[in-house]
């Protein structure tokens, strides 16, 4: 059982940033430029109007400095593959952050920071259904953290668990174009919007790539940075392990949000993850994690666990957070 909810978030995380291998475009280092042209799309507000007006009947888009005189514009397959090429860059510069997280456990909301190090991520509990922990709670948790620091095997497993994830999500990423058919849809606001469906022509060769596979949704994409701005999918096949005697995943949805947090750098802020089954024998399951993700800040690639701890106690609850809870 724990394997096939470890598959689901693994599953589902990787539909968090949809991002293959198609260099269409090296938009990486000239973002700079691209940078200005959103800011005057967003005050425009009818930017993505006219490029999916451009497509026409041949379903085709001029984006971003493609399709000029000469040159044809590219498809809906093309875009996505541009902006994955995007993301995975992104994700090739291995920076670390330091960011607020709200998420959902159970029945209570929980606030934390959480910050990445060389040796593993560190997280401090803030505040519980919106309430600042009181003493004893905040005793509770700085004699976790404190434990988790002076226990070097503890924290090899969670360098290596969040290594091991990384790295399925990176080939998990690869597959997004072969995977999936993609036809425009028209815009919201200043964005291009994208379907996504399984392409039958594609077989997967792994549990994740059956359930990515089996997603269909939309893409909304940032059509001067070529950056993935939104994704919502939903599972339209059940999936069954070893013919259904192994397990199932009958029902799943996934939404994910994405914000630029600095030049050429796009992070996660959004996930609301549901997904439900049955494994042998007549065992239930349930994956959901609702999490917002705000106020992101890089930090040293070679921070320590000792600077980080001090890091986390430097961070307090924004009232404004609080008071979304």
């Not at 993609?182 to 792994?206: C, H, I, M, Q, W």
């Not at 439900?276 to 994956?287: E, P």
Request: one cysteine or more; proline letters at 4%.
């Amino acid at each position: 059982m724990r394997r096939l909810v470890l598959l689901l978030v693994f599953t589902a995380g990787s539909i968090l940033l949809v991002r293959a291998i198609p260099a269409l475009s090296g938009d990486v280092a000239g973002e700079a430029g691209g940078r200005e042209s959103f800011r005057g799309m967003h005050r425009g507000g009818s930017r993505a109007t006219e490029i999916i007006g451009s497509a026409g009947s041949s379903g085709k888009v001029s984006v971003a400095g493609q399709g000029a005189e000469g040159s044809s514009p590219p498809t809906a397959n093309e875009l996505v593959g541009a902006v994955i090429f995007n993301e995975l860059a992104d994700r090739e510069q291995l920076l670390k952050w330091i960011c607020l997280i709200e998420k959902r456990a159970g029945k209570q909301t929980l606030t934390e920071v959480q910050v990445e190090t060389k040796d593993g991520p560190l997280y401090r509990l803030l505040a519980i259904d919106g309430t600042v922990l009181n003493f004893d709670q905040r005793r509770q948790d700085d004699a976790r953290l404190g434990r988790l620091m002076k226990d070097p095997k503890t924290m090899q497993q969670l360098k290596q668990s969040q290594d091991d994830d990384e790295v399925k999500l990176q080939k998990l990423l690869s597959l997004m174009p072969n995977a999936f058919l993609y036809d425009y849809d028209g815009a919201e606001g200043n964005l291009v919007r994208v379907k996504f469906r399984p392409n039958p022509d594609y077989s997967p060769t792994s549990y994740e790539a059956r359930v990515i596979h089996s997603l269909a949704g939309t893409l909304l994409i940032d059509p001067e940075l070529k950056r993935l701005s939104k994704v919502a999918g939903q599972l339209v096949n059940r999936v069954e392990f070893g013919y259904g005697l192994l397990g199932r995943i009958d029902s799943g949805t996934v939404e994910f949000g994405r914000v630029e947090v600095g030049p050429g750098q796009w992070k996660t802020a959004f996930i609301n993850i549901h997904f439900s089954g049955r494994v042998a024998v007549f065992k239930t399951i349930s994956k959901d994690q609702y999490e917002r993700r705000s106020d992101f800040h890089t930090v040293s690639s070679d921070l320590s666990l000792s600077d980080a701890k001090d890091l986390l106690i430097s961070r307090t609850l924004p009232v404004h957070e609080a008071a979304l809870l």
